[in-house]
């Protein structure tokens, strides 16, 4: 398994303001993931973040409005920028970990963000 | 395209009731399938994996079966406890590349 933990846990911002959400794994892993939950929705995926290179964004979503970094292994980041009301929703990152022959996911504890 | 849907919606259940909770996907060629747990505001915890090999899994009072011909997955939960109110999702990955399609989740509400 692995232990995922987020900051902020939660927010509340002005709109046309942008926060940074970041993400800290307690171990090395490839793979890295950032989701959306909006209010009474299911999680949505926004990007893959890979190190050493750019996030691969999901359609509907753009890197101008969600940069995302990933400097090393175990650590990444995901800006919501510009933000509006209807950025209001849960974020959280997750991990995938190899065992053997399969993989699990592993999610943080999620950023509540709400915008004013 | 895979989609994943799972009933009901929302479960309301007496203390001591055991339940199942059902997930449904329409491409059968997944890898995996997990079961996690949400509760309000929070972020997720994983239930039980199921490999596509596995026909299911167990933990402690939970349950998980996997059929991949139908392509359901159900979530079994013995001797309900106030404890486990909270919403039950479950997702499969896309391919193999480890991003997540989830269903819309069951909220789970259990009564003392």
């Known amino acids: 398994s692995a232990v995922i933990s987020q900051k902020p846990s939660r927010d509340i911002c002005q709109r046309g303001t942008s926060l940074t959400i970041q993400c800290q794994v307690d171990?090395?892993?490839?793979?890295m993931f950032w989701y959306r939950q909006q209010p009474g929705q299911s999680l949505t995926l926004i990007a893959t973040?890979?190190?050493?290179?750019?996030?691969?964004?999901e359609s509907g979503f753009v890197i101008d409005k969600f940069p995302i970094s990933r400097p090393n292994l175990t650590f990444s980041t995901l800006t919501v920028s510009n933000m509006s009301p209807e950025d209001s929703s849960i974020y959280l990152c997750?991990?995938?970990?190899?065992?053997?022959?399969?993989?699990?996911?592993?999610f943080g504890p999620g950023t509540r963000l709400t915008v004013l | 395209k895979q989609e994943v849907t799972q009933i009901p919606a929302a479960l309301s259940v007496p203390e001591g009731e055991n339940l199942v909770l059902n997930c449904s996907f329409t491409?059968?060629?997944?890898?995996?399938l997990q079961w996690f747990r949400q509760d309000p505001g929070k972020g997720l915890t994983s239930l039980l994996l199921?490999?596509?090999?596995?026909r299911e899994q167990t933990s402690g009072r939970l349950n998980a079966s996997l059929d991949k011909s139908s392509g359901r997955s159900t979530l079994y939960i013995a001797a309900s406890q106030p404890g486990d109110s909270a919403t039950y999702l479950c997702?499969?990955?896309?391919?193999?590349?480890?991003?997540?399609?989830f269903g819309q989740g069951t909220t789970l509400q259990v009564k003392p």
């Open positions: 171990s090395q892993v490839t793979m």
């Open positions: 997702a499969v990955p896309f391919s193999n590349t480890g991003k997540l399609i």
């Open positions: 199921i490999q596509s090999s596995q």
């Open positions: 491409d059968s060629a997944i890898y995996n």
């Open positions: 997750s991990v995938e970990i190899w065992d053997s022959s399969y993989n699990e996911q592993f």
């Open positions: 973040a890979n190190q050493g290179s750019e996030a691969t964004y």
